[in-house]
């Protein structure tokens, strides 16, 4: 790893109000496109996640209006998130005990406290927090949300009783498919099919005008014709599996309870309250990171402004009833790829949604349950799709076995303790390794500067475990011009993937700004896969 080029000279977009005059042409289009996008999405989330489904606009609404003043990033889009679906959902049954209405409102109260707890995590800067979580245990953490979200919305898809459905876990929802689909109500299964084949199919078209239509967008459309063609609004017919969405009330009221803080329901808010402000945040910042690399103007998001501003999202989105949000990284990508530039369009994707939440809301209720669950399952697929498993195991057969154990483990418990025994089957593939226990926490490092000259030498290991410590390091180092660092391995026993990938990151921070920024000396370190970040292991000397 090697850099040695200087800073590029490129235009930069204005901020504020400045950003605004500059580029609310190319913004405002850009929100307009993300906005569809957003709209099945969101009702989609909230409904999956036992919210009143226009509950899930008004957070992305909230997320665009109020959060895009706050943010510490330019071009990510906040909003509800699939990938919290399965934390809110578990609050409502467990905080409502079978009550719904009740669930939700008390929910809100936890959320609201999460808000809080995730401003804090702001202002005292614990973003940096974020880079102990191997990445194997994230992105395997990801992967069963993925799979739990497929696991319920399969069923709704093809017509099942909701009631079927009710306090079963992911690996009974799964062994209960055969079942759904062969007792499926078939006029609710083929807009299921139908809507699935939009959403898989759709990027496979070759016309780029066409595939500028957000797919979901066009499950709408079509699902609302075959709702209306197959009379599901009948109620003698379909009155017991509820085919068509109800989005609920669209209005600005206080709905938060604070019941869940008191008696014995504390215990169930202290496990949701930690689990809001963990997973939301990491989620938030992993997508600020993700979005940095993608950022065509290379900029770099103030991760712990940005948390702060998802904090206060989150208190005025609990307070008027919607869920939790966060960066959003396909809402966040497709914003960069029409062209968004600022934070504006951001702002303007909230906008547009108001606009089509009051307009739109008769036409909402004609939305099919199915075309909902279609659009969801192709997200979840998204977070578990197969090719993840190939590339852990191209990373390293090690990444590939924390990668699955922390995804059975979170289908077998929950998503804490499922990143928990991640974490922990990482230290121990890691000690089997030859990880020495002395170096779990120290790297054993020293730093030598001379000028612009900066060399960090590190003679016991560099694991996620000990990563905070050599960060810490190389964060003293001004991300300049004429900076030069280097890294010297010679002595490491053992660095993982996770240090690979961040040492990674920093070549790219400082290519960027003109530095240099170089990993030397792993020669006689045996890479565990023939891939350029697999972690390392030092070869004892002959």
């Not at 020293?446 to 810490?472: E, P, R």
């Amino acid at each position: 790893m090697e850099t040695t080029s200087k800073a590029p000279t490129h235009y930069v977009p204005a901020k504020g109000f400045a950003g605004l005059t500059q580029n609310w042409q190319s913004d405002l289009l850009s929100g307009f496109l993300v906005s569809l996008i957003a709209l099945p999405l969101s009702l989609g989330i909230a409904s999956a996640s036992n919210f009143p489904p226009i509950m899930g606009v008004l957070t992305a609404i909230v997320g665009g209006m109020v959060v895009a003043f706050f943010a510490g990033s330019e071009p990510t889009i906040k909003g509800p998130a699939a990938g919290l679906i399965v934390i809110v959902a578990g609050a409502v049954e467990e905080l409502g005990r079978g009550n719904v209405e009740i669930g939700w409102k008390l929910a809100l109260g936890v959320i609201l406290v999460a808000g809080v707890v995730q401003v804090l995590f702001g202002v005292l800067k614990v973003a940096k927090l974020a880079d102990f979580f191997p990445l194997s245990a994230v992105h395997g953490m990801l992967a069963a949300i993925g799979i739990i979200i497929m696991s319920k919305q399969i069923h709704l898809a093809v017509g099942a009783h909701p009631a079927d459905l009710k306090g079963k876990e992911p690996l009974e929802l799964i062994a209960m498919v055969p079942h759904s689909i062969a007792t499926m109500e078939w006029h609710v299964a083929v807009i299921g099919f139908v809507s699935l084949l939009i959403m898989f199919g759709w990027p496979m078209l070759k016309s780029a005008a066409i595939k500028r239509i957000p797919p979901a967008l066009v499950v709408l459309v079509v699902a609302i014709a075959l709702g209306l063609y197959f009379h599901l609004s009948d109620t003698r017919q379909y009155g017991d599996i509820k085919p068509l969405v109800n989005p609920g009330e669209f209005k600005l009221a206080l709905n938060v309870d604070f019941g869940a803080w008191t008696g014995d329901l504390l215990p169930i808010a202290l496990k949701y309250l930690a689990m809001f402000a963990l997973i939301g945040s990491l989620e938030s910042l992993l997508t600020g990171k993700a979005i940095d690399l993608l950022d065509p103007y290379k900029r770099k998001s103030n991760l712990s402004a940005d948390l702060t501003a998802v904090g206060i999202g989150n208190m005025v989105s609990a307070l008027l009833g919607g869920l939790p949000m966060i960066s959003e990284v396909a809402r966040s990508s497709a914003n960069l790829n029409n062209g968004g530039k600022t934070r504006w369009a951001n702002f303007f994707h909230g906008l547009f949604l108001l606009v089509f939440v009051v307009a739109l809301v008769p036409l909402i209720k004609l939305v099919p349950v199915a075309a909902l669950a279609a659009i969801l399952i192709s997200v979840g697929f998204r977070l578990a799709n197969p090719k993840e498993f190939r590339h852990m195991y191209e990373i390293g057969p090690e990444q590939l076995i924390v990668f699955v154990v922390t995804i059975i483990a979170t289908l077998a418990t929950d998503l804490l303790i499922g990143i928990a025994v991640g974490i922990v089957a990482e230290f121990i593939i890691q000690v089997v390794l030859g990880l020495p226990l002395k170096y779990l926490f120290n790297p054993d490092q020293y730093m030598k500067s001379n000028g612009n000259q900066h060399t960090l030498v590190i003679n016991g290991a560099a694991v996620f475990t000990n990563y905070l410590s050599i960060k810490k390091q190389l964060d003293t180092i001004p991300q300049q011009e004429g900076q030069c660092v280097t890294v010297d391995l010679h002595h490491a026993r053992y660095v993982d993937h996770t240090v690979m990938e961040n040492l990674h990151n920093y070549e790219r921070d400082f290519q960027l700004a003109g530095g240099q920024f170089n990993v030397i000396n792993l020669d006689e370190h045996k890479p565990l896969s023939t891939h350029p970040l697999a972690a390392r292991r030092k070869q004892p000397a002959l």
